[in-house]
């Protein structure tokens, strides 16, 4: 990709409507949006291309997307045998027969996915469905994908044929660049990659978040429609802009205009009531009247503002969701019931089971619907309380370790609740020996729920900026997108998959910025740099909160405080109980 050579040329629209005018009803698209000129497109830098994509350079010629398109994914890296055009003319008849293509039934996998009009007329619409049948035939293996039907629908207006089309939809499903994601093909990738999404959204979607847990009954399933609303609820010109970019760019980008959405629907919607008591049919009806809120272009504008995680780490995330669900068992569809997903925060945390002595059921299910999704599938399990098993920091490690990741929460006599999420064993501080020394991952959180609720993420997340290039101590900020140091997918010494988020992934300006947790036989220090978010000494009598450099947070409580009670929570695996 970052080698090709662009020289392209494309026809007016008029000749355009010509050479693709066999699927397209021209009546219903809109003809203002194109432009009547012939048009040149000549590039050989990739990062100049990325951003021609971006600002739509091609998105007003129809001759010349399609051209684009066809050399976009003729460049795909495929399998040795992959179905191509002819293959399609052989076996088209077969497949389909003299049944009527307008009612021609889908293969399960595309989970009842509706073909999205896209302006396409009567025969487009069948070509739709023998192209899906024919995909079926040549890739048995292939049991999920519900965004196939908007894909071939879309790819069809800027093919000259339906095997023209075929092939095009079969090199991007044959991809087999292992660095290269494109479309889910299988009930795991889709949900561990919904999983994603919502961990996504939980970070850089908070408000838009904290208002799908009010008003949902089960949040993930609200996230699962993310892949809906870009391929099937987005009206044409949206669709076709995010293919343009998602083509040069890869996956993360449906991420990034997903949350974009999210975050325009938040904004929208903010202090008005839903329209329906179905915050999932509202958000739909959302997206597909998106052109009311916003244009195309101020709809990627946003979605690239947002500094997501670097793609390796976003694969590191995924990888993480997709070995939970497998764990519990959850790699297909249940055709009888409904997949088990999340556990929604009213049935985790349910009032006839759980109880606390420094938290209401409320309060944990508001901490309950800040951690990671993979998680989010457990219901908390008490393992330690200073009420029951006494004020010692040794019964606490006896307590604590073995389980990962735990949560603490701190009552002070002042009735101040605060807390920490901490996401490795508490066996860890092990590895340094005698020596304290901090160790976790940056999805660690820090938090306070009484005198008023606030959540610290790591600084990282919001200031990415601060993410420099340790030996260019002078050189210019980088996004997280790039600071990943690893050309590949992070391992540690035992060949395990590498932690999300762990420090040694970034190139950090200093220590301080990854000071998550540590431990000793003298105390407990959660965050740190030029202070400490919390500091619990030996007894778990006492202890000190102020701002600190991992979290950027102000102090939890009074900034010196006598501890009431204190409780660590594990998270119980209800499924495999």
């Not at 739509?56 to 890296?77: D, E, M, Q």
Request: aromatic content about 10%; proline content about 4%; some cysteine.
């Amino acid at each position: 990709m970052r080698s090709l050579l662009f020289c392209l040329s494309a026809k007016t629209f008029s000749a355009a409507m010509d050479e693709y005018s066999c699927f397209v009803d021209w009546d219903k698209m809109d003809a203002t949006i194109q432009t009547q000129d012939s048009k040149e497109l000549i590039c050989t830098d990739f990062q100049e291309f990325k951003q021609l994509a971006r600002q739509g350079f091609w998105a007003k010629n129809h001759s010349l997307r399609a051209k684009v398109y066809l050399k976009l994914i003729g460049n795909i890296p495929c399998r040795t045998v992959t179905p191509d055009a002819n293959v399609y003319r052989d076996i088209v008849v077969k497949i389909v027969g003299k049944r009527n293509t307008g009612t021609l039934p889908l293969p399960e996998f595309v989970d009842n996915s509706l073909v999205p009009n896209y302006c396409l007329n009567a025969e487009g619409i069948g070509a739709v469905r023998k192209i899906i049948c024919c995909i079926a035939n040549q890739f048995p293996d292939i049991s999920f994908c519900p965004a196939l039907p908007s894909v071939v629908a879309l790819l069809l207006h800027y093919s000259r044929d339906e095997a023209e089309c075929f092939e095009m939809v079969c090199r991007i499903l044959a991809c087999n660049d292992p660095s290269k994601r494109l479309i889910d093909q299988t009930f795991l990738a889709f949900e561990s990659s919904c999983m994603t999404f919502g961990d996504l959204v939980n970070k850089y979607c908070q408000a838009a978040h904290k208002l799908m847990v009010a008003v949902s009954e089960d949040v993930l399933e609200v996230y699962s429609d993310w892949q809906r609303w870009l391929f099937g609820e987005l009206p044409l010109v949206y669709v076709a802009r995010v293919f343009d970019v998602f083509l040069v760019e890869g996956y993360k980008v449906l991420y990034r205009i997903a949350l974009a959405l999210l975050k325009v629907f938040h904004k929208v919607r903010a202090g008005q009531p839903m329209e329906s008591d179905n915050v999932q049919q509202d958000i739909r009806a959302f997206v597909r009247d998106i052109a009311k809120s916003v244009s195309p272009e101020k709809l990627l504008e946003k979605a690239f503002a947002i500094r997501l995680f670097s793609r390796k780490e976003i694969q590191l995330l995924h990888m993480a969701n997709e070995k939970a669900l497998q764990q519990k068992g959850i790699t297909v569809k249940q055709k009888s019931v409904s997949s088990p997903k999340r556990q929604n925060v009213h049935l985790a945390v349910h009032a006839e089971n759980f109880k606390s002595e420094i938290v209401s059921v409320k309060e944990m299910r508001d901490i309950w619907s800040w951690i990671p999704e993979r998680f989010g599938l457990c219901q908390p399990l008490l393992l330690f309380t200073t009420l029951e098993h006494g004020c010692s920091l040794n019964r606490f490690y006896s307590h604590s370790e073995g389980h990962e990741p735990t949560l603490l929460v701190i009552k002070t006599t002042a009735k101040e609740v605060c807390g920490a999420y901490l996401s490795t064993d508490w066996s860890e501080r092990r590895r340094g020996g005698n020596k304290l020394s901090f160790f976790g991952t940056g999805e660690c959180f820090v938090f306070r729920l009484q005198p008023e609720v606030e959540r610290y993420e790591w600084v990282i997340i919001k200031h990415p900026e601060l993410a420099v290039t340790a030996s260019e101590p002078g050189a210019k900020s980088t996004q997280v997108s790039t600071v990943l140091s690893s050309s590949s997918i992070p391992s540690d010494s035992s060949d395990r998959l590498s932690p999300f988020l762990a420090a040694r992934h970034f190139n950090l300006p200093s220590k301080t910025a990854s000071m998550f947790m540590a431990g000793s036989n003298e105390c407990i220090i959660i965050g740190g740099g030029d202070g400490q978010a919390l500091y619990l000494d030996a007894d778990l009598n006492h202890g000190r909160t102020s701002h600190c450099n991992t979290f950027n947070n102000q102090p939890l409580c009074s900034e010196s405080f006598q501890i009431s009670a204190m409780e660590v929570w594990g998270f119980k695996d209800t499924m495999n109980a």
